[in-house]
T-cell receptor, first 110, second 111 residues
């Protein structure tokens, strides 16, 4: 929370389909991040963007794509190339030190 | 690349007992942050430590940053059921760079 919204909270897709997760923030933060969290594990960085129209790969970018056309929005596309897409996806933004996280989207690929 | 390791992975305590989680980085850190994630929730920022040997307290929580700036700990005194959740440390190698999260310590408090 804190001005970051992710929708939907739960998402189901069939294997082989691309799916886009939304992340919107009204905090006027420059930097935004996408993390993946698997059960009992920490947060692994997928992509991040420090400014509009620019983004960098994180540790596990394969099978994912992002765009940053607006400061407020940082959508994440999970492509069919991602071999194990079922996970909890967290978006975050930061201006300075602490990261503010959205409520997350739990993606299940059937 | 930078690695941040956190132990233990799980900790079960009786209400009133103390709890400590430890975080170790493979490289010297510029700063370290701690987050708490309640079950079913998202991580929430607790604190940031910047200086070598720094100690900060938040009520029953005590955070330490090692002298070499490669390790950190979070200690909770007299745990309560509201302390339940997963505690993550996250290190930053240089100022302004990305955070690397530890795997977290999942705390369970039995009433």
């Amino acid at each position: 929370d804190g001005g970051i919204t992710q929708s939907p909270k739960y998402l189901f897709r069939k294997e082989g389909q691309n799916v886009t997760l939304s992340c919107e923030q009204n905090l006027n933060h420059d930097a935004m991040y996408w993390y993946r969290q698997d059960p009992g594990q920490g947060l692994r960085l997928i992509y991040y963007s420090q400014i509009v129209n620019d983004f960098q790969k994180g540790d596990i970018a394969e099978g994912y794509s992002v765009s940053r056309e607006k400061k407020e929005s940082f959508p994440l596309t999970v492509t069919s190339a991602q071999k194990n897409p079922t996970a909890f996806y967290l978006c975050a933004s930061t201006q300075g030190n602490e990261q503010f996280f959205g409520p997350g989207t739990r993606l299940t690929v059937l | 690349g930078q690695q941040v390791m956190q132990i233990p992975q799980y900790q079960h305590v009786q209400e009133g007992e103390d709890f400590t989680t430890y975080c170790n980085s493979s490289t010297t850190l510029s700063n370290i942050q701690w987050y708490k994630q309640r079950p079913g929730g998202h991580p929430v920022f607790l604190i940031q430590l910047v200086k070598s040997g720094e100690v900060k307290k938040q009520k029953r929580l005590t955070f330490q940053f090692g002298e070499a700036k490669k390790n950190s700990s979070l200690h909770i005194t007299a745990t309560q059921t509201t302390d339940v959740g997963t505690y993550f440390c996250a290190g930053r190698q240089t100022s302004g760079s990305r955070l690397t999260f530890g795997e977290g310590t999942q705390l369970t408090v039995n009433p």
